[in-house]
Nanobody, 125 residues
Framework: QVQLVESGGGLVQAGGSLRLSCTAS????????MGWFRQAPGKERDFVAY?????????RYADSVKGRFTISRDNAKMTAYLQMNSLKPEDTAVYYC?????????????????WGQGTQVTVSS
């Protein structure tokens, strides 16, 4: 079983930046696609971005974050990242990283088998 631990959340002003990290407990990390999802209070969990396992490093983003967020990974460090720039108050949510076993990635949260505990991101106006 792979354990995922997110870090890097916090409070930032609108227009600012944060980088979230998601570190895995197992070197099989490189076999999984990694995704980021977020959940705002009273709302459903939404897809943010994913990156495929290795070859080609296919990525995909939600329209709401395209051009502002960048997902990346360092398999040697067993860590995935979400660089968030030009943050808006509507980006406020708990952010979760997750691992998907096909390695290709998905926008559907139910296709992810391992989840982190979440990290709070709050963007003030």
């Amino acid at each position: 079983q792979v354990q995922l631990v997110e870090s890097g959340g916090g409070l930032v002003q609108a227009g600012g930046s944060l980088r979230l990290s998601c570190t895995a407990s197992d070197h099989t990390f490189s076999n999984y696609a990694m995704g980021w999802f977020r959940q705002a209070p009273g709302k459903e969990r939404d897809f943010v971005a994913y990156i495929s396992w290795s070859g080609g490093r296919s990525t995909r983003y939600a329209d709401s974050v395209k051009g502002r967020f960048t997902i990346s990974r360092d398999n040697a460090k067993m860590t995935a990242y979400l660089q968030m720039n030009s943050l808006k108050p509507e980006d406020t949510a708990v952010y979760y990283c997750a691992a998907e076993s096909s390695g290709l990635g998905s926008v559907r949260d139910y296709e992810y088998v391992y989840w982190g505990q979440g990290t709070q991101v709050t963007v003030s106006s």
